[in-house]
């Protein structure tokens, strides 16, 4: 790459222990009546956040682009100490952006689809959520709901998400699916839709990157 770049990454919520225990909030998973999940009809957020964080960096990996991801393994570490690493590794290591991964829920248990978000108000961070909407409908759109917010003339919904409000650098959080409708969480289970969601955010680091060059 032509000039000093970052991906900090970050997978949302906790993961499972060692003992096998999922040690994130209750809210960050959901039983359902049929199929099988992480654990039987149990869909874990967390375990998925980092499924596909994963592959991410594994794809940046391949192709030389530095990458920090912030999360921990299995972990939920707080909110504050994300931000407050991929902060400080962004002043004194390299400059880069901010990408948080999660997947959905309702509380009707029957919304679908894929959302992006970024802080209110024009940022740097829009660029970034409208090229990401466009690779992910480009690859995906045939198969996901697209759940887009274009009161503002873009793709992106705005939230004041601690992660990307309180990140100096450009930031936005991805809901990949709603994980408490069966029939995306179903989707949500495909390794190909998670290679294709993952192949949708490594394009869009690259577009990113072409437009610093």
């Given at each position: 790459m032509k000039i000093d770049f970052c991906v900090y990454l970050?997978?949302?919520h906790g993961g499972?222990?060692?003992?096998g225990k999922y040690v994130t909030a209750p809210n960050k998973q959901f039983e359902h009546a049929s199929g099988t999940f992480h654990n039987g009809?149990?869909?874990y957020e967390?375990?998925?956040n980092r499924k596909l964080t994963d592959l991410v960096a594994k794809k940046l990996s391949n192709l030389g682009i530095q990458h920090l991801i912030v999360s921990h393994e299995y972990?939920?570490?707080s909110l504050s100490y994300r931000v407050k690493m991929a902060n400080w590794y962004h002043r004194n290591f390299k400059k880069g952006i901010f990408i948080s991964n999660h997947s959905n829920a309702s509380g009707s248990h029957r919304a679908r689809g894929f959302e992006v978000y970024t802080t209110p108000?024009?940022?740097?961070?829009?660029?970034i959520a409208e090229k990401h909407w466009e690779n992910?409908?480009?690859l995906l759109g045939d198969t996901i709901k697209m759940r887009p917010d274009t009161s503002d003339g873009d793709h992106d919904k705005e939230a004041r998400f601690y992660v990307i409000k309180n990140t100096v650098m450009p930031a936005i959080l991805v809901e990949h699916l709603f994980f408490d409708n069966k029939d995306d969480a179903k989707l949500l289970m495909k390794d190909l839709i998670v290679e294709q969601f993952a192949e949708a955010q490594v394009r869009t680091i690259i577009d990113?990157?072409?437009g610093l060059a």
């Open positions: 970050d997978a949302g499972i222990d060692s003992n009809g149990w869909f967390g375990v998925w972990l939920d570490l108000g024009k940022t740097k961070s829009d660029s992910v409908k480009d990113y990157y072409n």
